[in-house]
């Protein structure tokens, strides 16, 4: 039978992954409007370069943003939250990283990798605009 304990941190657990996934979502659409823009900007008129290259920079510091948000999620709360569930579930560990790389689990793609190529793509925009 499970603990208060065991419970509390699987709800917790539950709670951070909504959290993240919440939050993923969020910047997507954030970044899918400022695409949205650059692309209206660069159907338009030439004399939008200004606003396009503003598009570009606040594109990539959002990236950033996206990512140091991530990291700081991990750093101060994820690692320590793992680390207690795995404690108190050891299955769970068996169970959810079995085979799986840092790459491949859904919060480092969201707050990571996804956010790189994002920010990467802002560069190439930048750098063709």
Not at 97 to 114: C, E, K, N, P
């Amino acid at each position: 039978m499970a603990t208060p304990d065991d419970t509390f941190y699987w709800e917790w657990y539950k709670h951070e992954e909504n959290l993240t996934t919440n939050r993923g979502s969020f910047f997507l659409v954030g970044q899918s409007m400022l695409f949205a823009g650059y692309a209206q900007l660069r159907a338009g008129t030439a004399s939008a370069s200004c606003a396009i290259y503003v598009f570009c920079v606040l594109g990539f510091f959002v990236s950033l943003l996206w990512v140091l948000v991530g990291v700081m999620h991990n750093q101060g709360i994820r690692k320590r939250l793992v680390d207690e569930l795995n404690r108190h579930e050891p299955r769970r560990a068996d169970l959810t990283q079995r085979g799986r790389t840092f790459f491949l689990r859904s919060f480092s793609v969201m707050a990571f990798i996804l956010p790189v190529i994002i920010a990467a793509a802002w560069v190439s925009l930048l750098v063709s605009a």
